[in-house]
Nanobody, 124 residues
Framework: QVQLVESGGGLVQAGGSLRLSCAVS????????MGWYRQAPGKERELVAL???????DYVDSVKGRFTISRDDAKNTVYLQMDSLKPEDTAVYYC??????????????????WGQGTQVTVSS
């Protein structure tokens, strides 16, 4: 089985910072792209930041220059450093990972897996 567990969300004032973490556990063979998404009330889920296995990153325009995605492959963990937070950043943040894992029996399996989400609230 594969599990993604996020942490680091909370309440912060505008202009403040938060650092989200997402740890991937299970019989992991390899992790390809990892990403952070967010969903605000009444809105669709949107991709916030993406990092490839080679370390290439990409961001939605609204967070460029304020958010930084990184990963620690030794820990199977992806991070999202969020600075200069704005009220419009308020949302539930989800991590995901495109990975390959090894069942105890049978062939390796691949897929995209999601965390449970962590709330980020930015007050004005």
């Amino acid at each position: 089985q594969v599990q993604l567990v996020e942490s680091g969300g909370g309440l912060v004032q505008a202009g403040g910072s938060l650092r989200l973490s997402c740890a991937v556990s299970g019989r992991i063979a390899s992790i390809n792209d990892m990403g952070w998404y967010r969903q605000a009330p009444g809105k669709e889920r949107e991709l916030v930041a993406l990092i490839t296995s080679g370390g290439t990153t990409d961001y939605v325009d609204s967070v460029k220059g304020r958010f930084t995605i990184s990963r620690d492959d030794a820990k199977n963990t992806v991070y999202l450093q969020m600075d200069s937070l704005k009220p419009e950043d308020t949302a539930v943040y989800y991590c995901n990972a495109n990975l390959i894992w090894r069942p105890i029996f049978g062939a390796r399996r691949s897929g995209v897996y999601w965390g449970q989400g962590t709330q980020v609230t930015v007050s004005s």
